[in-house]
């Protein structure tokens, strides 16, 4: 299965790992005889890419479209059930490495994750 994932409406090279985390924000309590209780506030979802060496070119392209001065953005992903679904989402951390090649800039250890709103 081809994987098409587009931020902003762009699509982005395809990472080396890509993985989707669902979870569950909730508020939890307690009655006064103890009893634990929890109210669903939100069930979310967390994209992270992981690219194991890119190009400064294709790096460049994917930061400026999570790091700019848009906070929130829309993310197109493949999900369990083969169809592309989207999110509105900020960004995480970005943490890079530099990686010189003869042929150019490269970056590895590129990992960053999508959070939706």
């Known amino acids: 299965m081809r994987r098409t994932i587009k931020i902003d409406g762009t699509q982005v090279k395809n990472p ?3 993985k989707v985390e669902r979870f569950n924000l909730t508020k939890a ?9 929890m109210e669903l ?10 690219y194991e060496v890119i190009s400064g070119k294709d ?4 930061l400026s479209l999570i790091d700019s001065s848009k906070m929130f953005f829309p993310v197109e992903y493949p999900d369990v059930d083969g169809k592309q679904h989207t999110i509105t989402a900020y960004a995480g951390s970005i943490p890079y490495e530099h990686f010189r090649r003869d042929s150019g800039e ?11 709103q």
């Not at 309590?29 to 209780?37: E, I, K």
């Not at 490269?106 to 939706?116: A, H, K, N, T």
Request: net charge positive.
């Open 59 to 62: 790096l460049d392209s994917i």
């Open 41 to 50: 506030i939100a069930k979310k979802r967390k994209l992270t890419f992981t």
């Open 106 to 116: 490269y970056w590895r250890g590129v990992s960053f994750s999508l959070i939706e």
């Open 16 to 18: 080396h790992d890509f």
């Open 29 to 37: 309590g307690r009655t006064s005889s103890g009893l634990m209780t």
